[in-house]
């Protein structure tokens, strides 16, 4: 069976990110979901000096094997200020040193949310811009906007934008198989 990885770009207990990427991967039928919960995967804040005394830190190791132990991955980026949250982005530094190709080359389904109108574009759009030369393999994406709105009691309601993930999950079920 596939293994699909959920990942939020988010650390918080409750985000919104993390909701939107089970909920998405669990779309895909017939495949095993995993949910990769930054808060397992702890890690000091990264530092040159750091790496140079100690080499890269197990813990990015692990979570970087454990990406790409995946056959298709839906990561949910949460937008801090236009940009990733400090949690992911020390997260991806760190992985970024064990290995330049992060993602692997493994099929992607790039997703971001906020309460406000306008869902995480801005690190939307820097992420598909960085992370193909990451290893990136993004192969659709997805912005859902007023998460507060258009997600209710578990589901995405809107029905536009339903329609547009169910697009977008369908590029990567056809991707990963
Ligand atoms: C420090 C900080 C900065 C934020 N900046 C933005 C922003 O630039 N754009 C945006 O849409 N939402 C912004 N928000 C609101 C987040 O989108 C909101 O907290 C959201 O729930 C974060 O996703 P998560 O629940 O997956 O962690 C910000 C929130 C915090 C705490």
Do not use: C
């Amino acid at each position: 069976m596939k293994k699909i990885i959920a990942l939020a770009g988010s650390n918080s207990k409750h985000s919104i990110n993390k909701i939107l990427a089970t909920y998405t991967a669990n779309l895909i039928e017939g495949a095993k979901v995993e949910v990769l919960d930054l808060n397992d995967y702890e890690l000091p804040m990264y530092s040159i000096d750091y790496e140079m005394e100690y080499g890269v830190h197990d813990i990015a190791e692990k979570m970087l094997s454990t990406i790409q132990s995946a056959d298709a991955l839906v990561v949910s980026l949460a937008e801090y200020n236009g940009s990733y949250t400090s949690a992911f982005k020390n997260a991806f530094d760190w992985m970024s040193r064990a290995n330049k190709e992060v993602w692997g080359n493994i099929p992607m389904l790039l997703m971001a949310t906020s309460p406000g109108g306008r869902g995480g574009a801005t690190v939307l759009s820097a992420a598909k811009t960085t992370f193909p030369h990451l290893g990136g393999n993004i192969v659709a994406d997805f912005s859902l906007p007023s998460f507060g709105n258009n997600f209710v009691a578990g589901a995405l309601v809107n029905e536009e934008l339903k329609t547009e993930l169910d697009n977008a999950v369908n590029k990567l079920t056809v991707a990963m198989n």
